[in-house]
């Protein structure tokens, strides 16, 4: 029985599955992008996203150097290692998590897989993301029912003018690039 067993196996052993998502995992890094099976691309979320959590945590040069040295553990990949922490963790510091999208492409006439691309949400500039650069790490929010009875009506005023002054104009469809 399986009772409380979470992880999805992939019809492979612990050894055979571990390499897959570390090639998996290696090969988003250095793509910024892959096409996989469905269920391969949620499991490599899971893989994944913690791998790039520990490039956010700076401090002295030996935490740095041992978050790389746990990172290559998973990786075993030296450029996608490199790759992670000098092009992607700049780019993804002031992202709280969520550092990947999965997007289904429908399925595959082979053996009919559902197919999905994954990639990593800061590198799309389809979506015009890429345009912010990460200058400080964003701040940590404790969200709590004492800070909603603390808003008054006036700093809800204060704001309204403000989002509204924030808008752009839309710009026509003849502006908009041809894909």
Do not use: C, W
């Not at 612990?14 to 998996?24: C, F, I, N, Y």
């Not at 963790?89 to 550092?99: L, N, T």
């Not at 799309?124 to 964003?138: D, F, H, Q």
Request: charged residues 25%; without cysteine.
């Amino acid at each position: 029985m399986r009772h409380g067993d979470k992880i999805n196996n992939l019809g492979r052993k612990k050894a055979h599955r571990e390499a897959l998502l570390s090639g998996l995992a290696s090969q988003l890094i250095v793509h910024k992008r892959i096409v996989t099976t469905l269920a391969k691309a949620k499991a490599l979320r899971t893989y994944a996203e913690p791998l790039l959590t520990k490039t956010k945590k700076t401090g002295t040069k030996e935490q740095i150097m041992h978050q790389h040295r746990i990172v290559f553990s998973y990786l075993q990949n030296k450029e996608a290692v490199k790759e992670l922490f000098t092009v992607v963790a700049p780019k993804i510091a002031a992202r709280p998590g969520g550092y990947t999208r999965i997007l289904k492409l429908g399925i595959r006439p082979g053996d009919n897989a559902e197919k999905a691309m994954i990639e990593l949400v800061d590198f799309n500039e389809i979506y015009g993301n890429s345009v912010n650069k990460a200058a400080e790490p964003a701040k940590k929010t404790r969200r709590s029912s004492a800070a909603k009875k603390k808003a008054t009506p006036a700093a809800a005023e204060a704001t309204a003018p403000a989002a509204e002054a924030t808008e752009t104009p839309a710009t026509p469809a003849a502006d908009q690039p041809a894909e």
